[in-house]
Nanobody, 123 residues
Framework: QVQLVESGGGLVQAGGSLRLSCAAS????????MGWFRQAPGKEREFVAV????????NYGDSVKGRFTISRDSAKNTVYLQMNSLKPEDTAVYYC????????????????WGQGTQVTVSS
């Protein structure tokens, strides 16, 4: 019903910046918002950020607060993740997700997920 496509990943030096994008298509009217998760090799999936479509309210994981910013363009059905002051520990595959319930997005139980985009931060 909903298709999500991430882009913008790549290789950057520590202290650098990247902006990820997630474009949604299909039956997007059923989703309340979109979020970002990441998963590094050998580690559990980690919540990064979430944003609501209507009011644009946001929430962030503790490890990225103050460095990452999530935003959305409702007309384009696109969510962005601006990542600044990147650290090697930020290296992971980043996934966007969407669901009709915000709680399911934050908890990682969203119905729809993108394919992921690799972010690698070198020291």
């Amino acid at each position: 019903q909903v298709q999500l496509v991430e882009s913008g990943g790549g290789l950057v030096q520590a202290g650098g910046s990247l902006r990820l994008s997630c474009a949604a298509s299909g039956r997007t009217a059923s989703s309340s918002g979109m979020g970002w998760f990441r998963q590094a090799p050998g580690k559990e999936r980690e919540f990064v950020a979430v944003i609501s479509w209507s009011g644009g309210s946001t929430n962030y994981g503790d490890s990225v607060k103050g460095r990452f910013t999530i935003s959305r363009d409702s007309a384009k059905n696109t969510v962005y993740l601006q990542m600044n002051s990147l650290k090697p520990e930020d290296t992971a595959v980043y996934y966007c997700n969407a669901d009709s319930l915000m709680s399911r997005i934050v908890l990682g139980y969203a119905d729809y997920w993108g394919q992921g985009t690799q972010v690698t931060v070198s020291s």
